[in-house]
């Protein structure tokens, strides 16, 4: 149980495009998901907690307008990169918290995705 | 402010027992989680302690002194597949996680 799915794992694109990932909870549900970049060997940096029907929370220094997050279902939360640019090449992970369990603080992270803008 | 201290690097033998400390500052607390990452992937969830005390789960047990802002990982009878970051995570006030950079764990044969 507690499965996270991320697509794509793994994109490539040119210096100005978008690009959006998508983060699915399989087997249950999650009003909280939460967006991750992590450098290489560096920690986990929050950018934001996605909140199902509500707008996402963005950290201090995380642009919402170029990181876009959608959260529409209980199932599914969206991180489009707009207007990319090599510095934002990183490793990007989603997690998520199972609503249904008593226990609710678990974070259940996705596999990431690896973006790489040329 | 909030910190986690945690040795950046430990080498242990195949077989053998290893314990990873944590020490811990937050803006509150509302538990701490011990996470395995391998080099290349996502972390995943090991153990959540909110009380006082050792929380065993087969090889690997983790312990918790909220007074003393300490926890650790207990690893034991390790593998190969053990080498890895451990990331520890206290939760704080606002129900975040901290994130430090992690113990990296080299187990050699």
């Known amino acids: 149980g507690a499965v996270v799915s991320q697509h794509p794992s793994r994109v490539i694109c040119k210096s100005g495009t978008s690009v959006k990932i998508e983060c699915r909870s399989l087997?249950?549900?999650?009003?909280?998901m939460f967006w991750y970049r992590q450098f290489p060997k560096k920690s986990l940096m929050l950018m934001a907690t996605s909140n199902e029907g509500s707008k996402a929370t963005y950290e201090q220094g995380v642009e919402k307008d170029k990181f876009l997050i959608n959260h529409a279902s209980l199932t599914l939360s969206t991180l489009t990169v707009t207007s990319a640019h090599p510095e934002d090449s990183s490793f990007y992970i989603c997690s998520a918290r199972d609503s249904g369990q008593v226990d609710q603080e678990t974070q259940y992270f996705g596999p990431g995705t690896r973006l790489l803008v040329l | 402010g909030q910190n986690i201290d945690q040795p950046t690097e430990m080498t242990a033998t195949e077989g053998a027992i290893v314990q990873i400390n944590c020490t811990y500052q937050t803006s509150g607390f509302n538990g701490l989680f011990w996470y395995q990452q391998h080099a290349g992937e996502a972390p995943t969830f090991l153990s959540y302690n909110v009380l006082d005390g050792l929380e065993e789960k087969g090889r690997f047990s983790s312990f918790l002194s909220r007074s003393k802002g300490y926890s650790y990982l207990l690893l034991k009878e390790l593998q190969m597949k053990d080498s890895a970051s451990y990331l520890c995570?206290?939760?704080?006030?606002?129900?975040?996680?901290?994130w430090g950079a992690g113990t990296k764990l080299i187990i050699k044969p």
């Open positions: 995570a206290p939760m704080d006030s606002n129900y975040q996680l901290i």
């Open positions: 087997d249950f549900q999650a009003t909280t």
